[in-house]
RNA sequence: GCCGCGGUAGUAUAGCCCGGUCAAGUAUGCGGGCCUUUCGAGCCCGUGACCCGGGUUCAAAUCCCGGCCGCGGCACCA
């Protein structure tokens, strides 16, 4: 190399950064490992439908789906709702999630729940209890961990086939109850991880107590999410399973299953955990969050946790946490998303396609002299692109202006008002109405004046608009004025307040609006 | 404590498997300029990183060893 001439070195350089450019094109996703052998590449998506999901599980869901289009394979839907007791489903939560995955344009070719396959988990039991490579344990917790953590076998592991098949049966019959016995696959007693040994493949929950939404108290024995997945994901013909990394260990345990009944393991891809700057993931810190301090919080969708539902909320587009994730890729390292970052994005998104209004904060009232009532302004949505236009009529020229543009019309004797007319301050009155002189229309004046360009609202039809604003993790509610086109917008849409930032309306009443603040 | 994984600019990511295209790419942030009826968008310029220490090698972000730091798992949860 160092033998090169120069000319030969660039030379070299630009044939490499060729071909660097056509490797980027077809990229996108790194390509998925181990492809060859599957004859179709499946991928899942399988939420517990205990509560809504949050970024995380968007990442699992949004990648595997990707990767399925990328092949041109098969993306399933699975509800692992296996747990009546301790993570008892939300029976909104499956309908709930269905929404999210939808707004964020995933479409799923097939769609199972748990709780509705439990003859297909009792039939392979049966048929691991058969082969000898499970059992029934009726130990108690504590012996049997006692037993394990010193490498030793529980008196039940060595029984005949037989005995534990009867004691199966009596489980289903209703002979056991609540942590007499459990069900588990026969591994590796000396594995350097304890957890990997024997682990538990069906538990018993008393239904009459817990009972599941879907099936009430028709199921007593439950399998545990190892146990359902690993038997889901070979019946679902999955070829490739993307989840999070603390699932590393459970690809360990379910491989002994697949073993005994000859399948093939499906190619696993963990990855870190993402979440956002100053946002709260944790569902269970949610859920515990909202049991306990309802006050506090907006609902579920609270602005401040990293939901999709909340985030939606906050006018975060499907688009941009699409863009996010993708960037994220498939790496094992826990990220943390700066809020910036997402804002960035989301603007660029947004920009092209949200109506520009007018909301103006701490209101000082201005008198107009030397202006023709009635008045009629036309200003359109958007500067570029069609997104329509508003009228504002007054019959006597008064307007709204911040407070913060009080001082720029005070210190440079002028400002103007966006698209309408460049006025001069004259003076303040007592009562903090401000009278100012009608100076020109054209926008060249302003510039040469070097005048402020603000937002302005008509006194006469101004309404009242409500901004709740997450900051430093609390709730903000700024009350301000607004134009009255905002009351014909639709409840959900995105707008730019001009010079305020972006946000969503959240709701819209007879003379007034709530909206939720995105970002700057 | 035990087992496992990882550490590239403020943030996120590419490169690491197969050592020289890397005087490290991209996005965002930050600084400056241009443009523009927003403090928004766009365009241009600049800024800034291979955790530390050894080793192997002509050559290390890339391979090996040690340290430090971060994270995950150690359920009859998923």
């Keep these: 190399m160092n033998a090169l001439s120069i000319e030969e070195v660039k030379k070299l350089i630009d044939e490499y950064g060729i071909a660097e450019g056509k490797k980027e094109e077809v990229k996108g996703l790194p390509p998925l490992p181990n492809t060859e052998g599957w004859k179709v590449i499946v991928t899942r998506f399988a939420p517990n439908p205990d509560f809504v999901i949050h970024l995380g599980n968007a990442r699992a869901a949004l990648l595997s789906y990707e990767y399925a289009r990328l092949y041109n394979g098969r993306f399933v839907l699975r509800f692992e709702d296996t747990d009546p007791r301790i993570k008892r489903p939300l029976p909104e939560a499956y309908e709930l999630i269905r929404e999210d995955l939808k707004w964020l344009s995933i479409r799923w070719d097939e769609e199972y729940i748990q709780s509705l396959r439990m003859e297909l988990y009792y039939g392979t039991a049966k048929k691991l209890l058969e082969i000898g490579a499970a059992y029934v344990d009726l130990c108690s917790p504590d012996t049997f961990r006692e037993l394990r953590n010193l490498g030793k076998a529980c008196p039940h592991r060595d029984e005949d086939p037989s005995i534990s098949l009867e004691r199966f049966e009596k489980i289903l019959m209703g002979e056991y109850g609540e942590g007499e016995a459990v069900i588990r696959i026969k591994t590796d007693l000396s594995h350097t991880?304890?957890?990997?040994?024997?682990?538990?493949?069906?538990?018993?929950?008393?239904?009459?107590?817990?009972?599941?939404?879907?099936?009430?108290?028709?199921?007593?024995?439950?399998?545990?999410?190892?146990?359902?997945?690993?038997?889901?994901?070979?019946?679902?013909?999955?070829?490739?399973?993307?989840?999070?990394?603390?699932?590393?260990?459970?690809?360990?345990?379910?491989?002994?299953?697949?073993?005994?009944?000859?399948?093939?393991?499906?190619?696993?891809?963990?990855?870190?955990?993402?979440?956002?700057?100053?946002?709260?993931?944790?569902?269970?810190?949610?859920?515990?969050?909202?049991?306990?301090?309802?006050?506090?919080?907006?609902?579920?969708?609270?602005?401040?946790?990293?939901?999709?539902?909340?985030?939606?909320?906050?006018?975060?587009?499907?688009?941009?946490?699409?863009?996010?994730?993708?960037?994220?890729?498939?790496?094992?390292?826990?990220?943390?998303?700066?809020?910036?970052?997402?804002?960035?994005?989301?603007?660029?998104?947004?920009?092209?396609?949200?109506?520009r209004v007018f909301i103006v904060c701490n209101p000082i009232k201005v008198i107009i002299r030397g202006l023709e009532a009635p008045l009629k302004v036309v200003i359109p949505f958007h500067p570029t692109n069609d997104l329509g236009s508003r009228a504002f009529t007054m019959s006597r020229p008064e307007v709204y202006i911040s407070k913060d543009d009080l001082q720029h019309l005070v210190r440079t004797g002028c400002i103007r008002l966006m698209e309408f007319a460049n006025i001069r301050y004259i003076n303040t009155a007592s009562d903090g109405i401000v009278e100012a002189e009608y100076l020109s229309k054209g926008l060249e004046d302003a510039k040469k004046l070097g005048a402020q360009i603000v937002q302005w609202v008509p006194v006469e039809s101004a309404i009242k608009v409500v901004i709740h604003r997450a900051h430093n993790g609390k709730l903000k509610r700024m009350v301000c004025i607004g134009e009255n086109s905002l009351l014909e917008l639709q409840q959900g849409e995105i707008i730019q307040m001009v010079r305020l930032g972006f946000g969503r309306i959240d709701r819209i009443k007879r003379d007034s609006i709530t909206v939720v603040y995105s970002h700057e």
């Design 193 to 355: 991880d304890p957890a990997v040994r024997d682990w538990v493949m069906f538990r018993i929950i008393d239904t009459t107590k817990y009972p599941h939404p879907l099936t009430g108290d028709r199921y007593r024995l439950w399998p545990t999410y190892n146990f359902a997945a690993a038997v889901d994901d070979h019946f679902m013909g999955v070829s490739h399973v993307l989840r999070g990394r603390e699932h590393t260990l459970n690809t360990l345990k379910q491989q002994y299953l697949y073993r005994y009944l000859g399948w093939r393991y499906p190619e696993v891809l963990n990855f870190g955990r993402v979440g956002i700057e100053g946002f709260i993931l944790s569902k269970s810190w949610i859920k515990t969050q909202l049991k306990d301090n309802p006050e506090k919080f907006m609902g579920f969708d609270d602005i401040r946790f990293a939901t999709l539902s909340s985030l939606r909320r906050r006018g975060i587009a499907p688009e941009t946490i699409k863009q996010i994730i993708m960037e994220l890729g498939v790496r094992g390292v826990d990220a943390k998303i700066s809020w910036a970052n997402i804002s960035a994005v989301n603007r660029k998104t947004l920009d092209p396609r949200s109506k």
